[in-house]
């Protein structure tokens, strides 16, 4: 019911406020914030997570012919968020809607006292009434400080606040059961993991202006569903997409959400990439932890370790062939852990609330 949504995230995508010349589409920047300023009167608090600021940074400099595309990137960048987030600025004040700007970086997320910091800072921005606008630091982001792209950081951000719905704006009508230039192709309006592989149906190709694809946000949109918000993806460039989806319409692909899923594990389960070790397990307590209840990681389990980690490191935990079958935080260093290996009747190395296991590993 609408009535029972406190809190979105919304995702716009730089082909939504990108005109076909590069430029920045003011227009479908307005009709955004038109929306957003709708939902604020209804009580429902937004997070906007919007690229466009390459677009914006075209609009005020003309590129010397050779500058190399990092560079490139990085001066758009840093003109391109002060202009983007000025004209986000004009358009709210007419609503009397303040907003902030948040720039962060993939390291942003990788420890989890930063995280627990930004997590506050956002918090207390959305405590004041302030939308905050977030985006990729273009500017310092290169090589591994890159998100994948922004629908990455959509999904980051929204299990970091535990929103009850992220919305990702793009220029398509949602995930397609066929090829999308099929004319008989329909949009699937309910997205069904074990019916639908989208890997068969929507095209890879890349957005004119964006690093991301249709494959990526679903790929973003199963992740975040499975832990408890539920996700849309939509057409961004539909006048009232956002109150259509609110009100409960059937708009775009709807992923339902699963089970709610602990805030310390959304953010583990958004760090894989950041983990400190690996820790191999046998086949007896990859099913222990796979079981209906509730298991944590024991040494007795455990055959081998990799790489050196502190306590509370979050640490991958992989089966006997050296798949990735979970993360976890430490509970003691790797030395100890090494010392204790195939023992019985120790501490858990990872206890179940500080264990997250990945839902797609067959079991």
Excluded at 133 to 140: K, L, M, P
Excluded at 190 to 201: E, G, L
Excluded at 290 to 309: C, M, N, Q, R, W
Aim: positive net charge; glycine residues 8%.
């Amino acid at each position: 019911m609408p009535g029972t949504i406190k809190r979105i995230a919304v995702k716009v995508g730089s082909n939504v406020l990108t005109q076909a010349d590069g430029l920045p589409n003011l227009n479908a920047m307005q009709q955004l914030v038109v929306q957003l300023a709708n939902l604020r009167k209804k009580g429902i608090e937004s997070v906007l997570i919007s690229s466009g600021a390459m677009a914006a940074g075209r609009s005020v400099v003309q590129l010397q012919k050779n500058t190399d595309p990092v560079s490139e990137r990085q001066l758009l960048a840093a003109l391109g968020q002060v202009k983007l987030i000025q004209s986000y600025a004009g358009m709210f004040q007419q609503y009397a809607i303040q907003c902030a700007q948040v720039l962060v970086t993939r390291q942003d997320f990788k420890d989890r006292q930063h995280y627990l910091n930004m997590q506050n800072c956002l918090e207390t921005l959305l405590q004041n009434q302030v939308l905050p606008i977030i985006n990729e630091n273009d500017v310092v982001s290169v090589t591994e400080l890159m998100f994948t792209d922004n629908d990455e950081l959509a999904g980051l951000v929204s299990a970091m606040l535990n929103v009850d719905k992220l919305i990702i704006l793009t220029n398509v009508d949602g995930i397609y059961d066929g090829d999308p230039g099929d004319p008989g192709a329909k949009v699937i309006s309910i997205y069904d993991q074990k019916k639908f592989d989208p890997s068969r149906f929507s095209s890879a190709k890349k957005s004119s202006f964006g690093r991301g694809g249709i494959l990526t946000k679903c790929h973003t949109a199963v992740n975040i569903s499975k832990m408890g918000i539920e996700v849309y993806i939509a057409n961004g460039h539909s006048v009232q997409v956002l109150d259509d989806i609110i009100s409960g319409k059937a708009v775009g692909t709807r992923f339902p959400s699963g089970k709610s899923t602990k805030a310390v594990k959304k953010w583990m389960a958004q760090s894989r990439s950041h983990s400190k070790g690996r820790v191999f397990i046998n086949e007896g307590a990859r099913q222990k932890l796979f079981s209906d209840s509730a298991t944590s990681l024991l040494p007795v389990g455990i055959t081998t370790i990799e790489g050196k980690f502190k306590k509370d490191d979050l640490i991958s935990v992989c089966n006997a062939d050296g798949e990735a079958i979970g993360i976890g935080k430490a509970k003691y260093n790797s030395e100890k852990a090494m010392e204790l290996i195939g023992k019985k009747n120790q501490k858990p190395l990872v206890h179940y609330d500080h264990l997250y296991l990945f839902t797609q590993v067959s079991q």
